[in-house]
Antibody, heavy 113, light 108 residues
Framework: EVRLVESGGGLVQRGGSLRLSCVGS????????MNWVRQAPGKGLEWLSK????????HYADSVKGRFTISRDNARNSLFLQMDSLRDEDTATYYC??????WGQGTLVAVSS | EIVLTQSPGTLSVSPGERATLSCRAS???????LAWYQQKPGQAPRLLIY???SRATGTPDRFSGSGSGTDFTLTISRLEPEDFAVYYC?????????FGQGSKLDIK
């Protein structure tokens, strides 16, 4: 069974930083492009970033470019999202997504003033 | 950026009936890299359809995807009680990747 488990969410002050993690099991993690997707409360899905299997290629949505950094460690089957300069509108549940296939259960990030 | 527009926003249907959800892209979706997801309250999205028409493992055959270019459809042939949820289309080709705004399937 494929499992992706996110962690690292929580309450953070506006302008602060947070690092999210996603650990995969039951899949050959290093074979997958990996993504971060978020969902604000009561809203739809927003793609944020993706990283290639070997970390050589990364892409970001304009809404997070320059503030968020995606990375991965295939030896630990792990994906990361470093989030800096957090804004109120970054409040959301953050999901990791393997290719288009497998989703984690999400971790909630709340930015407070 | 490919903008995906889903319609209707909400569809009220009775169990046993057929539901048709639409996803229109602002430009052609390359290599048919379009997926559909189902999301229930408090849960992560779940993959139903990828590559426009291929069912994911575990997707019942009452779900079917069709379309090409800029117009795509998810059809649920006979609605079961567990199908009432929000559905999203997703383009996973060249970045930026995008999602439609979602279509909610309500029990009539």
């Amino acid at each position: 069974e494929v499992r992706l488990v996110e962690s690292g969410g929580g309450l953070v002050q506006r302008g602060g930083s947070l690092r999210l993690s996603c650990v995969g099991s039951g899949l050959t993690f290093s074979n997958y492009w990996m993504n971060w997707v978020r969902q604000a409360p009561g809203k739809g899905l927003e793609w944020l970033s993706k990283i290639s299997q070997g970390s050589s290629v990364v892409h970001y949505a304009d809404s997070v470019k320059g503030r968020f950094t995606i990375s991965r460690d295939n030896a630990r089957n792990s994906l990361f999202l470093q989030m800096d300069s957090l804004r109120d509108e970054d409040t959301a549940t953050y999901y990791c997504l393997a290719d288009f296939d497998y989703w984690g259960q999400g971790t909630l990030v709340a930015v407070s003033s | 950026e490919i903008v995906l527009t889903q319609s209707p926003g909400t569809l009220s249907v009775s169990p046993g009936e057929r539901a048709t959800l639409s996803c229109r892209a602002s430009q052609s979706v390359s290599s048919n890299l379009l997926a559909w997801y189902q999301q229930k309250p408090g849960q992560a999205p779940r993959l139903l359809i990828y590559g426009v028409r291929s069912r994911a493992t575990g997707t019942p055959d009452r779900f079917s995807g069709s379309g090409s270019g800029t117009d795509f459809t998810l059809t649920i042939s006979r609605l079961e009680p567990e199908d009432f949820a929000v559905y999203y289309c997703h383009h996973y080709g060249s970045p930026p990747l995008t999602f439609g705004q979602g279509s909610k399937l309500d029990i009539k």
